[in-house]
């Protein structure tokens, strides 16, 4: 299966799903492909009028499993070993939104 097959649900109702509606113009969630990596970040207002945007996870495909990482403060990224590898980005990005870790 392809990345952009595999990674369908999140393109579509998944995303606008995570922002309460009086939230939507302010916040929104942006998801970046590159190779066999799919970021997923946050942006929001920031101070004095401009936008802010911050990494929530990356999702890697290391086949045939994906991974989940986090970004620390120098802008590298760190596997999240809690998270068990899993061959199913749907199963994954399940994982991310149950714990709450990144959101909001």
Known sequence: MSLSEETESFRGSYIASKIP???KKEIQILYRFRGNTVTLSQER???MGGRF???IAQF???EPYWKVYWQDSKNK???I???KPDQSFENQLDVVDKTDMFWF
Request: net charge negative.
């Open 45 to 47: 207002p920031g101070y």
């Open 53 to 55: 945007e911050y990494p």
């Open 60 to 62: 890697r495909l290391e």
């Open 81 to 83: 070993e809690d998270i």
């Open 21 to 23: 509606n009086h939230l």
């Open 77 to 79: 990224w760190h596997l």
